[in-house]
């Protein structure tokens, strides 16, 4: 099936609204959100630069990702062969979204018949945007109906694309850079981890079996109608990603890359949002440098990232090594992190690991805007040391990432009492004694200390 121009036309789309001069609602919500002029905001998703996620379900809150906009974090969650229980996901999206999270992924998996039905739970039950990886599903489908994975029909494929985009997710995940070429170059490389990407993992066996070029790639204008139609955003996806740090930087990964590079900007023309997925497992000297290779490559496209994590020893406690790596990464310019929890490599998530994730992710982006010196985060910073230094805790907790932990926290510790000393250092804590020293409101207002927030 080839591309319509004619469709292409007449379908109206928020990128090819903005560059009509056009402000749609869903941009003037994401402008007020980030502080930014709807006209500004318009222009950078004309250009490319900042996606708006506005998904289809009524009342919706729209998010936007990209240039000039605060770093935003995704939650994943879905059944699960070894774990079908949809209200346990349900589950794991209120916290998630209690948490903070900007955006969750539905990655469900198993019991075909419950895959779609995880789908449109999710979708009904979720506040903010919802993105999907249709080429799970398809995988699924192909399992259960013809026995393997690789007896997948591209219609098959084309077919869960088309209805994820209908039910009204916000933004797909989609591997159409891993081309045949990628595949002879992880030939000649010789990994460490070989493929750690699921859906790339599908395709490739797909392109292998059938010895067939990747139908997403070979078939990509009709999957820029299918994204038009709806007004989808593809997040092209990074099938070689490397899975561990020897592999970063790799010919597959960066073969990969350069043909994303390519995809954006067809998908620009044809008048189609789009983000690019970056890296996995990355050394910490090389994050930046990525970063930068990605944003130059892609033309400056909103850039996602699983981590990029920076050791492949932090079992347990992969959260933390996602949330160094997410904070260079997006200081350097990436625009949304996927979280990772305690639990990865090790197993699915429980709702406290989901909770651990989007915390520690959401600590990296914070880090991120404050480096990026958006004003906002660099307001609540300032009111948050004025508060501390006033040891005004009320202040303090309602200040903090996540205000409930805080308070719990204060709220065990019985010898911490509002407007003494701090809980570390007791008597002797070194803001109180210096304030009581100086003496006098002239001298505390003096030396910083007055503002009660």
Request: negative net charge.
């Amino acid at each position: 099936m080839e591309f319509s121009r004619e469709v292409a036309l007449v379908l109206e789309t928020q990128i090819s609204l903005a560059r009509e001069g056009m402000v749609t609602e869903a941009v003037r919500a994401v402008a007020e959100q980030e502080g930014l002029a709807p006209e500004e905001l318009a222009q950078l998703v004309a250009d490319g630069k900042a996606v708006v996620l506005a998904g289809k379900k009524p009342g919706g809150n729209p998010v936007g990702i990209g240039e000039r906009l605060r770093v935003k974090v995704n939650a994943n969650l879905g059944i699960s062969s070894s774990r079908p229980d949809i209200q346990q996901e349900l589950e794991k999206l209120r916290v998630a979204e209690r948490a903070g999270a900007d955006t969750v992924m539905d990655l469900s998996t198993g019991p075909v018949e419950l895959v779609a039905e995880a789908r449109r739970r999710i979708l009904e039950a979720s506040s903010v945007p919802v993105g999907t990886v249709p080429v799970y599903e398809a995988a699924m489908r192909a399992i259960a109906n013809r026995g393997a994975v690789v007896k997948m029909t591209i219609e098959d494929l084309f077919r869960c694309i088309e209805d994820h985009a209908a039910s009204g997710v916000a933004f797909v995940t989609v591997h159409c850079g891993l081309t045949s070429r990628a595949l002879e170059a992880l030939r000649r490389v010789g990994r460490v981890a070989s493929v750690v990407s699921r859906g790339g993992a599908f395709l490739v066996a797909w392109m292998l079996h059938n010895e067939r070029e990747n139908p997403l790639y070979e078939h990509y204008d009709r999957l820029l109608e299918v994204a038009r139609r709806y007004d989808l955003i593809l997040s092209l996806g990074d099938g070689m990603r490397p899975g561990c740090l020897a592999d970063a930087g790799d010919v597959p990964q960066m073969q990969e890359l350069v043909v994303l590079g390519e995809l954006v900007a067809r998908a620009w023309e044809y008048g189609v949002q789009v983000m690019v997925e970056g890296p996995g497992h990355v050394p910490l000297d090389q994050v930046a440098a990525q970063v930068a290779v990605q944003k130059s490559t892609c033309r400056g496209a909103p850039f996602y990232v699983l981590g990029p994590l920076v050791t492949d020893s932090a079992l347990g406690f992969d959260h933390i090594a996602t949330a160094i790596g997410g904070a260079v990464a997006a200081m350097a310019g990436a625009d949304f992190l996927c979280y990772v929890t305690p639990a990865e490599h090790l197993g699915l998530p429980t709702l406290h690991d989901v909770y651990e994730g989007v915390m520690a992710a959401r600590v990296a982006a914070h880090a991120a805007d404050l480096a990026r010196r958006r004003t906002s985060a660099w307001q609540r910073d300032l009111r948050m040391a004025r508060a501390r230094a006033a040891l005004d805790w009320d202040q303090q907790v309602s200040l903090a990432l996540d205000p409930e932990r805080a308070r719990t926290l204060l709220a065990e510790r019985s010898e911490v009492r509002a407007g003494s000393e701090c809980s570390m250092c007791g008597r002797y804590c070194a803001l109180k004694m210096v304030r009581d020293y100086l003496g006098g409101e002239r001298e505390r207002e003096g030396a910083g200390f007055s503002c009660r927030g």
